[in-house]
């Protein structure tokens, strides 16, 4: 299965900006889509993930009230819309799935495909 993210973007502080990740086919189906972003020397962090079966979302707690999660099943597609935009998202956001669910989603260990990550600046 391939990933193909596009939609990152230079914007100023407050912007808003909206991701987009494509997978190949429906592998992910039965599992988890997500993002997770890296910033310039830190660890990649989770940001968003979305149970695929059932629908359920999760945020990180800098994500919540900000960025909303949404997919299109039928092209087996995941957005990430970005609201409020602050100097400290500024990362390379990295989308991801895994063939089930894992309870440990916020884990990048724990996911097996990335896409080619889109870089998202914000600055003033």
């Known amino acids: 299965v391939q990933l193909q993210a596009s939609g990152g973007g230079f914007v100023q502080p407050g912007d808003s900006l909206r991701t987009s990740c494509a997978a190949s086919d429906r592998t992910f189906s039965s599992g988890a889509m997500g993002w997770f972003r890296q910033a310039p020397g830190k660890e990649r962090e989770f940001v968003a993930a979305?149970?695929?079966?059932?629908?359920?979302?999760y945020y990180s707690d800098s994500a919540k009230g900000r960025f909303t999660l949404s997919r299109d099943n039928a092209k087996n597609t995941v957005f990430l819309q970005m609201n409020s935009l602050k100097p400290e998202d500024t990362a390379v956001y990295y989308c991801?799935?895994?063939?089930?669910?894992?309870?440990?989603?916020?884990?990048?260990?724990?996911?097996?495909?990335w896409g080619q990550g889109t870089l998202v600046t914000v600055s003033s």
């Open positions: 979305i149970r695929w079966p059932n629908g359920a979302i």
């Open positions: 991801t799935g895994r063939l089930n669910w894992h309870v440990h989603y916020y884990n990048p260990s724990n996911y097996y495909s």
